[in-house]
């Protein structure tokens, strides 16, 4: 499980300083804490699911500023769908529903979510969005505006969505690592039919 080290990877100064940190430190839980969503949501979807780790390849300067995995029915990579990710900034870490980095049929995904925004609106209280993946901005979703979040999704060449729950750093769930785990088993349950939506 996450502990108060894993956030200080981000302290560490240097891309591959950095990065050797995530893989020493950070990714070995990403798998561990994986193969238990895996398994979980496979039961709930009857479909095979595939762990990809988030490897910064791009990255020939500047350290990422947060590291995550993916889970997702493609084996060849994870980005081209809807897919659940598993991620930690500095502050906290995330568990989303995610579209990103402009998969085909974006804008038939952005219409199908808003003709069924009550999948949305209906999600626990505490449910955020982010509308970009390289920025640690979300929205309380209840909050939010959602409705515009799906139209710039639709309408906006590089517009993104993500949907589910973070625990920030300083929660007491890191003190019972048992209870965290089984908040993001309770995340992305609840996350299974806006996926479900989108499988088309």
């Given at each position: 499980m996450?502990?108060?080290?894993?956030?200080?990877?981000?302290?560490?100064?240097?891309?591959?300083?950095?990065?050797?940190?995530?893989?020493?430190?950070?990714?070995?839980?990403?798998?561990?804490?994986?193969?238990?969503?895996?398994?979980?949501?496979?039961?709930?979807?009857?479909?095979?699911?595939?762990?990809?780790?988030?490897?910064?390849?791009?990255?020939?300067v500047?350290p990422?500023?947060?590291?995550?995995?993916?889970?997702?029915?493609?084996?060849?990579?994870?980005?081209?769908?809807?897919?659940?990710?598993?991620?930690?900034?500095?502050?906290?870490?995330?568990?989303?529903?995610?579209?990103?980095?402009?998969?085909?049929?974006?804008?038939?995904?952005?219409?199908?979510?808003?003709?069924?925004?009550?999948?949305?609106?209906?999600?626990?209280?505490d449910?955020?969005?982010n509308?970009?993946?390289?920025?640690?901005?979300?929205?309380?979703?209840?909050?939010?505006?959602?409705?515009?979040?799906?139209?710039?999704?639709?309408?906006?060449?590089?517009?993104?969505?993500?949907?589910?729950?973070?625990?920030?750093?300083?929660?007491?769930?890191?003190?019972?690592?048992?209870?965290?785990?089984?908040?993001?088993?309770?995340?992305?349950?609840?996350?299974?039919?806006?996926?479900?939506?989108?499988?088309?």
């Amino acid at each position: 499980m996450f502990t108060q080290e894993s956030f200080k990877v981000f302290d560490i100064t240097g891309l591959d300083e950095r990065m050797e940190a995530i893989r020493e430190k950070i990714q070995p839980i990403f798998k561990e804490l994986d193969e238990r969503i895996k398994k979980e949501l496979e039961k709930e979807l009857n479909e095979t699911l595939f762990i990809h780790l988030a490897q910064h390849r791009r990255r020939s300067v500047y350290p990422p500023a947060n590291t995550w995995s993916a889970l997702s029915n493609n084996k060849r990579g994870y980005k081209m769908t809807p897919h659940f990710q598993l991620g930690i900034w500095p502050e906290y870490v995330f568990m989303y529903l995610s579209i990103i980095d402009q998969p085909p049929k974006k804008e038939q995904m952005a219409d199908l979510l808003l003709q069924n925004s009550l999948l949305l609106t209906q999600l626990p209280v505490d449910t955020v969005m982010n509308t970009d993946h390289t920025k640690d901005n979300y929205e309380y979703i209840a909050q939010a505006n959602v409705k515009q979040a799906l139209e710039r999704l639709k309408n906006v060449k590089k517009g993104e969505f993500q949907v589910g729950r973070i625990i920030t750093r300083d929660s007491e769930l890191w003190q019972e690592p048992e209870q965290a785990l089984e908040y993001m088993l309770a995340t992305y349950r609840c996350l299974v039919p806006c996926y479900q939506l989108l499988q088309f």
